[in-house]
Structure formats: structure tokens, C-alpha cells
């Protein structure tokens, strides 16, 4: 499949497949390495916000996860 970039405004569009399944108001951020490639990286999305209330630290206890409650790296903790 090949697809063409078209102007619209001051921008270049580019067509997506619809096969692709990607939802309408998706958020990407554009990124073109040194040979032109050109890839879409998905927006991180906050998994918390919509239950900030939402405690991982039960819900491991209850999974049986363990945590020695230790920093080991560069964890960015609060």
C-alpha cells in the first residue's frame, strides 16, 4: 500500500489506513531520524487519571506481586 502526502493549510497530511484501527482524536507525536524515516510515538496517557483514588500498592498486595519497598535505579518515585 502506498500513501501520498497532500497540503491542507500550512500542513502535509498524511492518509492512515483505516484497517489501522486508530481511534478519531488519537494523539501522536511525529518523529523523523536522520534518514528521513518518519514514525507517529502514541501520547503516554496517565493510566491514574481517571481513579487517582486508585491504590497499586493494595492491588499488588492482593495479586501476591512483592516489593522489598526499596529504590533500586533512577525509579522516579513519590
Known sequence: MKVKTRKQGNSLMVTIPS???IP???E???V???NGI???IPVHQNLFKKD???DVKA???EMG???HGQSIGKENVW
Do not use: K, L, R
Open 32 to 34: 523523523m531520524d536522520e
Open 52 to 54: 487517582p483514588s486508585y
Open 28 to 30: 501522536y507525536t511525529p
Open 24 to 26: 478519531e482524536n488519537a
Open 19 to 21: 484497517s489501522f484501527e
Open 65 to 67: 506481586i512483592g516489593d
Open 38 to 40: 518518519i514514525s507517529f
Open 59 to 61: 492491588a499488588m498486595d
